[in-house]
């Protein structure tokens, strides 16, 4: 960005085709550019701020998404009709069905307000913790699993580790709208917080003898889920209250990160689920 805006100043004229490459760049290097009909629409129909879309004229017509861009187009934001050809290139060749996006930067909640929130809207609430998920497929996949399970929030280090970017937005498939997601500069001193609210924390990790389905997951719980390959830290680990297993009977011995997180994730709500009865 720096060097466009030094390239912008000097007093040289530049053709529209280098403008044109200049945007393009900017446009694919983009954090925040969005696409797919099903999470563009999801975006449309919540409240963040949407810079501007590319659709096709054909689907620009499709009863889902009319009068969706008329609204968003009063509010501000740029509709540009554009070909296939167009967006394949503006997303690098992915999957788009016709429609992308550039929405404003993701607004991470702070982690009182997010403790808060959870206390408010359940007796029993779960908060599900990320230490260190790098892949932002798998973070995408935590994000959609904990939202359609209804987890009360997510919580993330802001170091060595995925934050919320367009492929986060992409997998979690318009999950992200829902689910209240903080940030913090240091997780363990986080997790001593939802400890002071009176989170019971549970590490999930494939080295602890208390099996999953033997715990009982009642009160407030905070599930720590550990990085791709290396699980939790050594000082994560030290600030669980306790630590828990996935039984696993196959040959295969560590599953993915974003699989593990469903499966530990899906047991919590399921006790929670059968409590509430």
Known sequence: MADLKSRRSKSRKTSPQIEDNARDFLENQSPDLIYGRHTVLTILNNDRQINKIWITTKLRQDGRFYKLLKEAKSNGTIIDEVSTQRLD?????????????????????????????????????????????????????????????????????????????????????????????????????????????????????????KFLHTIDFSGAVGLVIGAEGKGLSTLTRRCCDELVAIPLVGKTPSLNASVAAAIAIYEVCRQKWSDSK
């Open 89 to 209: 290139s503006l997303v690098k060749g992915a999957n788009h069905q016709g429609v992308a996006a550039q929405v404003a930067p993701y607004h991470y909640w702070e982690l009182k307000d997010l403790i808060s929130q959870a206390k408010q809207n359940s007796q029993s609430p779960l908060i599900a913790i990320a230490d260190g998920i790098e892949d932002p497929q798998n973070l995408g996949a935590i994000i959609r699993t904990a939202e359609a399970m209804g987890v009360q929030g997510l919580v993330i280090p802001q170091r060595r580790a995925a934050g919320i970017t367009s492929t986060v937005m992409k997998v979690s498939a318009g999950a992200l709208e829902h689910l209240p997601i903080a940030r913090v500069v240091n997780l363990s001193q986080a997790i001593e917080k939802l400890k002071e609210a009176e989170f019971w924390i549970y590490g999930a990790t494939g080295e602890s003898g």
